[in-house]
């Protein structure tokens, strides 16, 4: 397709259980972007892949969330041993610099329930 | 560091009418983007409008303008005509253009409602 995808839309999991949540983004784009969505938080940035350079991981809240992504393409965050406080939804955005504004254009998001 | 403040309650507007949404920032950064999204309730973060800092010229879109006023550190969001469509959640977000990651710092929303 010719937006970002992410799959699953929805995922339920019980606590402790670890999840991988996908992100394919714009076909072309070199930035792709993780941010988690939630009541008490607001929208606050995990991580940020470029190209073939280190990821910034400075917004990931603990060291069981890692993304990972594969081929300068699709990115897949996993959170281990999930808490009911990671409970969110997941949106993932991609952007180009082609146009000077690296615009961020974003998936509808993957909402994470744990029970 | 930045900052986006929107501190209006749930915004309500007329069909028809024009609304503007307020924004305001912080930012040390000299050259930076403001952008404004629409998350419906469907949940997608739809992108609407971008303002470069040194735009000589408010941005257009369509029925969306941003009033872009850089001594106040303001960029509110004006939506002209609006449609029962536009009720949603608002956000205005800012980056710096030179910073070496360019991630979102997003302010906590505004939500209009259109009336019929």
């Known amino acids: 397709g010719a937006g970002v995808s992410q799959s699953p839309s929805n995922k339920v999991t019980e606590k402790g259980k670890d999840v991988e949540l996908r992100c394919d983004p714009i076909?072309?784009?070199?930035?792709l972007y993780w941010y988690r969505q939630s009541l008490g938080q607001g929208l606050e940035f995990l991580i940020y892949?470029?190209?073939?350079?280190?990821?910034?991981k400075s917004g990931l809240p603990s060291d069981r969330f890692s993304a990972e992504r594969t081929g300068g393409s699709v990115s897949t965050l996993t959170i281990q041993r999930t808490q009911q406080e990671d409970s969110a939804v997941y949106l993932c955005?991609?952007?180009?610099?082609?146009?000077?504004?690296?615009?961020?254009?974003f998936g509808a998001g993957t909402r994470l329930s744990v029970l | 560091a930045q900052k986006i403040t929107q501190t209006q309650p749930g915004m309500f507007v007329q069909e028809k009418e024009a609304v503007t949404l307020d924004c305001t920032y912080d930012?040390?950064?000299?050259?930076?983007?403001l952008f404004w999204y629409k998350q419906p309730s469907s949940g997608e973060m739809i992108f609407l409008i971008y303002?470069?800092?040194?735009?000589?010229q408010n941005a257009t879109e369509g029925r969306y303008s941003l009033n872009f006023q850089k001594a106040r550190k303001s960029a509110n969001l004006v939506i002209s005509a609006s449609q029962l469509g536009d009720s949603a959640m608002y956000f205005c977000?800012?980056?710096?253009?030179?910073?070496?990651?360019?991630?979102?710092?997003f302010g906590k929303g505004i939500t209009l409602s259109v009336r019929p």
């Open positions: 930012t040390s950064d000299q050259s930076y983007g």
């Open positions: 955005a991609s952007s180009s610099s082609r146009d000077g504004k690296n615009i961020q254009y």
């Open positions: 977000a800012m980056r710096g253009v030179r910073s070496a990651n360019s991630k979102l710092t």
């Open positions: 076909s072309g784009h070199t930035a």
């Open positions: 303002q470069g800092s040194y735009d000589e």
């Open positions: 892949f470029q190209g073939n350079s280190a990821p910034d």
